[in-house]
């Protein structure tokens, strides 16, 4: 219908009912101008005609919280993606209907993203203590006990009556990098194609929605001379530290990959390593779960690895003798327990090995080692599938060709140089 109210007309269409709440819906549109109204009406009907119309006025919060209940991903990526819909979505969309989450409102949010993750838009934000927003600089004056007196307290000297003065913190704009920003569009792209499933709503505006370009990785490793200062270090302070980051130097496993190795997927006589679980923490829980690409892998092991290694299992078996316990094969190869019936922290080790980076003067981190580990193999002429099977890089190759392309050329050059040095040059007579 068309219903006159004052100088403007207003066009009311029946659009169906909320497959949620099975209220009716209506789209509704004004102008002041008769003959448009009869216009938008025609455009409205054929809207409702077509199904274009949003079916549902639910949230966006409620539509991820479905998705998050029905979606099938591990419990790392599902605690990532609560964390990103707490802090990022839910402030900025969530209790929008969903069907008003548009392409470009996806865009300007991740362009907010990239500028400031608090989505500051370049205001002064500070992180206040107090209650006022526009009072960064409050004293709490200290009153003597009783009722205060009729013409308020008399003017003092904070300093000298012992005041308490709170400062409000400065905010610093931090970008959210590219890689996290993609990871949130995915997310949405993932919720919203749910609802187009579910009918609520026609299309999914997340599919167009423009992304940060995936950011060129710049692996920084540790130099020859660096990786041995730090072994030296490591091996200074105990020997199953040092144990630990020899391992992960030379096999370049990822974090989670060490910690949940146990003495049953290491085989020294055979000089074998099996790569099958990953030990992480989701909230205060840890849990084992499969290999980041679902797969497992062999890895071959160097004399001088399986030394360490051996001298490790027997620092392991003495202490069981001492506990009068047996060696178990499911027993964790690094713990902080006698029996080592409990992998390390993961964060624990981090910071471990970062405080001693730091005393070395070393700029380093745990994930470095991994990439010396690929970078030694590719600088020394080995090929790019045997690297990748290392690292447990799926696709034949291209993961690690991406991330290492800089010494992969090394490795080429080296291999022109090769053939170059093989070849002679016909000399010419007179």
Not at 277 to 286: E, I, L
Not at 290 to 312: C, G, S
Not at 360 to 366: A, K, V, Y
Not at 383 to 402: P, Q
């Amino acid at each position: 219908m068309i219903r006159q109210r004052g100088n403007s007309f207003q066009v009311v269409v029946f659009a169906g009912r909320d497959p949620l709440t099975k209220r009716k819906l209506y789209l509704r549109e004004s102008t002041t101008d008769e003959r448009e109204a009869e216009k938008i009406r025609t455009r409205l009907l054929a809207q409702v005609d077509a199904h274009r119309h949003s079916k549902t006025r639910a949230t966006f919060r409620v539509a991820m919280d479905k998705w998050l209940r029905t979606h099938d991903v591990e419990e790392t990526t599902r605690a990532s993606y609560e964390q990103y819909a707490r802090v990022h979505l839910y402030p900025a969309f969530g209790d929008q209907p969903v069907g008003r989450v548009t392409t470009q409102l996806l865009e300007e949010f991740y362009a907010e993203l990239r500028r400031c993750s608090a989505r500051c838009a370049g205001r002064a934000v500070v992180k206040h203590r107090t209650s006022d927003p526009h009072e960064c600089r409050v004293v709490q004056h200290k009153r003597p006990p009783g009722r205060p007196p009729v013409n308020g307290y008399p003017s003092h000297d904070c300093a000298e009556k012992g005041c308490r003065v709170i400062e409000c913190r400065p905010h610093a704009c931090v970008p959210l990098s590219p890689a996290t920003i993609r990871r949130i569009h995915f997310a949405i792209r993932g919720v919203l194609g749910a609802t187009v499933r579910w009918g609520w709503i026609t299309d999914n505006p997340a599919v167009i929605a423009r992304k940060p370009r995936v950011p060129t990785p710049q692996p920084d490793p540790p130099t020859v001379a660096q990786a041995a200062r730090i072994i030296d270090a490591a091996w200074a302070q105990d020997d199953d530290w040092g144990t630990l980051v020899w391992l992960v130097m030379v096999t370049g496993m990822r974090r989670a990959e060490l910690l949940a190795l146990r003495w049953s997927d290491v085989d020294l006589d055979a000089a074998v390593l099996t790569v099958r679980r990953n030990y992480v923490r989701v909230g205060r829980r840890s849990i084992e779960k499969d290999t980041k690409t679902h797969q497992m892998r062999r890895l071959a092991l160097d004399p001088a690895t399986i030394d360490v290694m051996t001298e490790h299992r027997d620092r392991y078996a003495k202490k069981c003798r001492q506990a009068a316990v047996p060696a178990l094969d499911m027993a964790y190869l690094f713990s902080y327990r006698p029996l080592n019936d409990r992998p390390c922290d993961p964060s624990g080790v981090t910071h471990r090995y970062g405080r001693m980076c730091a005393e070395l003067g070393i700029s380093s981190h745990l994930h470095a080692l991994r990439h010396y580990s690929a970078t030694e193999l590719l600088s020394a002429g080995i090929d790019l599938r045997t690297v990748a099977g290392r690292l447990g890089h799926v696709g034949g190759g291209a993961t690690t060709l991406r991330v290492y392309a800089a010494w992969v050329g090394e490795s080429d050059r080296r291999a022109a140089e090769l053939l170059g040095g093989r070849m002679r040059r016909p000399t010419r007579g007179g």
